[in-house]
């Protein structure tokens, strides 16, 4: 079943010319595991934060189940990043101030909703940060840091994760962490991830890839 | 706490500087809410304890009409004190009239244990400590009828002896009555008794008066009420006094609340544009606009609580220290105010509400702007490229006379930046405010008396001819520039077909002057010579105009001998010459020029009219003035002389009161001072915070220009000549702006007051320039250093 369908959609900067994406389409089934692969300047990160709902296009839609994102007004549009997506950054993005365990519980949190402890231990340990719950993101290293955002992405057991170059600012062996977490996440939970990367090693562990070219799906769509 | 309260006050304390300064620049806009506030609080305190101290201390006082209704309202809950007195009944002294003083007169008596109120009251002598003692009005004093004494009264056809130990001021406004007897008594006779109240909350007061007055069963105009106390409490009868109250305060608190409001914001809209990366990232994870705007909120008023204890803390120190010193001037003049600083809960939780409502009205568009950054604000983390207008990006016409390349990057960056808007607001309303307001009580505290008029008047009355008297002593004394002795009475205008007048002067008053025969055939040809004065005319649009009292062509009136309140006499009607009275010999220059008209008139022509006017000789009275070779040195010493040759008399002492004038106007002006400096530093130190903020912000383009091979010296000259650009506009448009308020706010309060001419703010336009120079090379030593010390580097490789 498609989960996540997104139908031509196109995007231009004002004063660009030329459209940083040019009518995309694609279907994304749930518990899928994609990696969206292209040069640089090609259109990955900008299809990335149009199937989120982070950025608007200037033409298209975008459905996540029944949803029409686009059609959603920004009260609605947040509350659905919150609840059913999980974005993962290059640069990890958390909020300096507060520890571990308040970055990872802070979709839940602007929910109103507390979290069980139960599960934030369970997820604390599947991250390998059980130690560093109340430790603030500047005394963690990237590997860790990105395991924080990837913990945030998840807490609220989003319809799909979407990272953007995750492992873009890592050494091998943290990237080879952050990948397994991924996995992890996608077998055991039957989590649906696309992942934007440049990194042929980390396209190759997707299930299916997509290559994205001057804006355009040039495979595997 | 919610995740968002926590976020921002995690924030707050991990950017520790910048919300210390934050904090600091809004302490002072709370310092000058709560200057401002507990400072009219206590004004108004003070002046109400002075006030109502013509009145003995009480506010109020109701008539009883029996000793039951009496100890009723004496023990009404609602009064702090009362004082009672009992009216005895109308007095005669069975002799003959003098003065002019209506009899009958009242005849109090005061209980024994009350007699500390009559001490305010005397004029000369002691209180009455026996029952066969009063202290008598100094209206009725007379050559037979003095301190010392014995008088016979006679009160509903009982006749008793008393002996006159004292005198009190007949004209004090007190609530005793002052104009007649008053003795003291062991225990408080029967009678209709007065009591005077003090109320032991001031809210409402006249209400409460009125509501207790009812209670009594008392008709509303039994009630007397110290209305000048009450005025300072927003109890005036007048309503246009209490809305004038109202306005002055509104004003003053209105440019305290928008001086306070753009030093809010401008701190405020600096840490949204500080966190736009972060309010993004909020965003991206499902932070919705409306809980954005909350965070701000809450941010906003977790710096104004600790900025409003400290400036509390500023504000009633510095207060407390002002205070002091203007007392100080205050009685080393012989002013009788006592300044007292009044902390009650009122101005204190007034400026908490005020703080609180003006910080959440300056954070609600940059709570606005916060919650309108959209989500991918998180990956750019850049400030978007303002919106330029195809306009701006041209070049003007002017920028081809720039042929320095700094200037004219300079001036492009400068057209540029769109966020300058708020800064020369800030800057405009500095300037302006500055020079319109000090411009303002510099122009309006000339207006005083000068000294265009004898420096010591006084008047003898009810003692016959003292003109001989009163020369000897004037020849023995030192310092006398010049005197006017003459016998003196004033007299009425009134119509008569013989002499037909206007009504601007039927009723008017005229002062009969007579001297000497000889003196009125060689200054005046011995004709009686009417002394003319201008006199200022308002129409009812509020146009003035200065006119004679008297049209020159005039040259006959009926005039009648004034005789208190019910002028029925005939009258007679008199001839005369007219003539200016900065031309009458010995009389110019010592009366005042915008006073009453007089009458000059010889012995003889007075004897022949005293008749027909109705003025007897006995009714005339001693007129002396005098002008001093050396007011200040010799004021006192003349005054004391006078007084101690005739006893208690009316004195007036120009020098003294216009010392005091001073005093008060250098105290008030002091005041008005302060409060406008204060006003002109918190706005400029919002300039200062948003420039340095500006500064930070712009690090990394500036280590661009660097970069490519701009030196520091050449980056702190283009900035230098962005902050002049920008300083001079403020500059100019503020002084045209404050200039124009000084000339309305003098015209407002003048009122078309002819005599007076506007001078002109430029000194305060300078003062602002220079100020803001110095401000502007501030600026340029910091960017200075700064530029030094940065790693150029570091800037560039930061996202």
């Given at each position: ?32 595991f ?9 259109g ?46 290059q ?8 520890t ?14 507390k979290?069980?402890?139960n ?65 992890f ?20 562990q997707a299930?299916?890839?997509?290559t ?10 | ?40 609080r ?8 002075y ?14 009409t029996t ?7 004496r ?72 301190v ?29 009555p ?28 006249r ?26 409490m ?12 109202v ?25 949204v ?27 906003a ?71 309108r ?27 081809q ?58 008047v ?23 005197s ?26 005229v ?12 200054d ?91 003025l ?18 010799t ?36 005041a ?75 015209k407002m ?13 430029w ?37």
């Open positions: 079943m498609a989960i996540l369908t997104a139908t031509e959609l196109v995007k231009t900067y004002p004063g660009e010319e030329q459209p940083a994406l040019n009518g995309v389409s694609l279907s994304i089934e749930a518990g899928e994609v990696a969206i692969v292209g040069p640089s300047g090609s990955k990160s900008t299809l990335l934060h149009l199937l989120g709902g982070v950025d608007r296009p200037t033409s298209g839609r975008v459905q996540l189940y029944d949803t029409d994102v686009y059609g959603l007004n920004e009260t609605q549009l947040a509350i659905f990043r919150r609840r059913q997506v999980g974005l993962i950054y640069f990890y993005n958390l909020l300096p101030s507060l571990v365990a308040e970055n990872i519980t802070l979709p839940r949190e602007l929910d109103g909703k979290v069980e402890a599960r934030l231990n369970q997820l604390l340990d599947q991250l390998g940060l059980a130690e560093k719950r109340n430790a603030l993101p500047g005394q963690l290293s990237g590997g860790q840091q990105q395991r924080v955002a990837i913990g945030r992405a998840l807490i609220n057991e989003p319809a799909i994760v979407l990272a953007d170059e995750p492992t873009g600012n890592l050494d091998q062996r943290n990237s080879q962490e952050i990948m397994s977490l991924l996995h996440a996608n077998i055991k939970q039957g989590q649906t991830v696309v992942v934007i990367t440049h990194d042929p090693q980390v396209a190759a299930q299916r890839v997509l994205i070219t001057d804006g355009r799906l040039t495979e595997g769509a | 706490m919610g995740i968002l309260t926590k976020l921002g006050w995690r924030s707050l304390r991990t950017t520790r500087g910048r919300t210390l300064m934050t904090i600091g620049a809004m302490a002072l806009a709370a310092t000058l809410a709560v200057a401002s506030l507990v400072g009219l206590s004004v108004q305190m003070s002046f109400y304890r006030a109502l101290q013509n009145t003995g201390g009480m506010l109020a006082a109701l008539p009883a000793p039951a209704k009496a100890a009723k309202l023990a009404d809950p609602a009064f702090r004190k009362t004082v009672s007195y009992v009216e005895e009944g109308r007095a005669t002294l069975g002799q003959t009239r003098t003065n002019h003083i209506q009899e009958p007169f009242h005849l109090a008596a005061l209980a024994s244990a009350d007699k500390a109120m009559l001490k305010p009251l005397l004029v000369s002598g002691r209180v009455p400590a026996r029952a066969d003692e009063v202290l008598m009005s100094d209206l009725l004093v007379t050559d037979h009828r003095n010392g004494s014995t008088i016979k009264v006679t009160v509903a056809k009982r006749t008793k002896t008393y002996r006159v130990v004292g005198t009190m001021n007949g004209y004090n406004p007190s609530f005793l002052t104009d007649g007897l008053i003795r003291v008594a062991a225990k408080r006779p029967a009678g209709r008794t007065v009591v005077m109240v003090d109320l032991k909350s001031l809210s409402d007061a209400a409460q008066l009125k509501a207790i007055t009812k209670r009594a069963g008392l008709k509303q105009d039994q009630l007397q009420v110290n209305d000048e106390a009450l005025s300072t927003w109890g005036s009868a007048d309503a246009r006094k209490r809305s004038t109250l306005t002055v305060v509104a004003v003053i608190m209105a440019i305290v609340g928008a001086v306070a409001l753009i030093m809010i914001y401008t701190s405020i809209n600096l840490s544009r500080a966190h736009r990366q972060r309010y993004g990232l909020l965003r991206s994870i499902g932070t919705t606009p409306h809980q954005l705007r909350h965070l701000v909120y809450g941010e008023l977790m710096l104004a609580a600790p900025a409003l204890v400290l400036g509390g803390v500023v504000g009633i120190g510095g207060l407390a220290v002002a205070f002091h010193l203007m007392n100080g001037v205050l009685a080393g003049n012989l002013l009788p105010i006592t300044l007292i600083l009044t902390v009650d809960w009122l101005p204190l939780v007034g400026a908490a509400v005020f703080m609180a409502l003006i910080t959440l009205l300056a954070a609600a568009r940059p709570a606005w702007r916060a919650s950054v959209t989500p991918i604000a998180a990956i750019r983390a850049l400030d978007p490229s303002p919106r330029l207008t195809q306009r701006r990006l041209r070049t003007p016409w002017w920028m006379y720039l042929h320095q390349p700094l200037l004219r990057l300079a001036a492009k960056f400068d057209r540029r930046e769109g966020r300058r808007g708020t800064m020369l607001a800030t800057l405009v309303v500095t300037v302006a405010l500055f020079v319109g307001l000090t411009g303002f009580v510099g122009n309006i505290w000339r207006i005083w008396d000068s000294p265009t008029s004898a420096d010591i008047t006084a003898v009355s009810g003692r016959g001819d003292q003109t001989g008297a009163m020369r000897q002593l004037i020849r023995r004394l030192d310092g006398i520039q010049r006017l002795v003459t016998r003196q009475a004033n007299l009425v205008i009134r119509r008569d077909a013989a002499a037909p007048t206007d009504d601007a002067l039927t009723g008017m008053g002062t009969l002057y007579v001297v000497t025969d000889a003196r009125a055939q060689r005046f040809a011995g004709q009686p010579t009417l002394l003319n004065t201008k006199l200022q005319y308002v129409d009812a649009k509020g146009h003035a105009t200065i006119d004679w009292a008297v049209d020159p062509k005039v040259t006959k009136l009926k005039l009648t001998a004034s005789d208190g309140e019910a002028d029925t006499k005939a009258g007679r009607v008199v001839s005369f010459k007219v003539m200016p009275l900065a031309k009458a010999p010995g009389f110019g220059g010592m009366l005042y020029p915008d006073g009453q008209i007089g009458l000059v008139v010889g012995t003889s022509q007075y004897r022949a009219w005293a008749k027909g006017l109705n007897p000789a006995r009714d005339l009275q001693t007129a002396v003035a005098l002008k001093l070779t050396r007011p200040a040195a004021h006192t010493t003349v005054v004391k002389a006078l007084k101690g040759r005739f006893g208690q008399l009316p004195v007036t002492d120009t020098v003294a009161d216009n010392q005091q004038a001073l005093a008060l106007t250098t105290v008030i002006r002091t008005c001072y302060g409060f406008i400096t204060l006003i002109a530093l918190v706005c400029l130190a919002t300039v200062v915070n948003h420039t340095f903020a500006s500064l930070m912000t712009a690090r990394r383009g500036l280590a661009m220009l660097q970069s490519i091979g701009t030196t520091p010296r050449q980056v702190v000259a283009m900035q230098g000549w962005q902050y002049a650009m920008l300083l001079v506009r403020g500059w100019l448009i503020g002084s045209v702006l404050g200039v124009g308020l000084s000339v309305s706010l003098f309060m003048i009122g078309g007051y002819q005599q007076v001419h506007i001078i002109w703010p000194a305060q336009v300078l003062i602002a320039g220079a100020g803001l120079l110095v401000v502007g090379l501030v600026f340029v030593l910091v960017t200075w250093r700064m530029l030094n010390r940065q790693d150029i580097d570091q800037l560039l490789r930061t996202a």
